[in-house]
């Protein structure tokens, strides 16, 4: 997916690193078709997201040195129709920290799910 406007909006120190800091404003329209392909989704064929949303945006911090992302502020504004035809206004902004890159990780498979039977993929 590509978005439809990236913007340099500085460079700054995070957590020790030099960084740059991009704006990215998604197109709604590829994004709209994206999401609606996503599983599970039981949703309409398609979503016309650009009827419904207001504002998005993301800020991400993306290191200079390797280009891994380090953070990420995302901003969602979209209006929900219920039922009745009633309208809301939903606001999201949600800020992820990305860390720990290339750090040994172990995943222990809880018990219940060592006993599990195996059942038909469907």
Known sequence: MRPRKVTLAGE?????????IL???????????WLSRQPPWKGPRYYNLPELAGPVSFRIWVSKKD??????DIRVEYELVSFDSSKSRVKLNGTYFFEDYDEPLEIELPQEARDAVRGPIS
Request: charged share 25%; hydrophobic share 40%; glycine share 8%.
């Open 12 to 20: 700054e120190k995070y957590t020790g690193l030099a960084t740059y």
């Open 67 to 72: 280009f891994l992302l380090l953070k990420s």
């Open 23 to 33: 704006d990215i404003k998604p197109d709604w329209q590829v994004l709209s078709g």
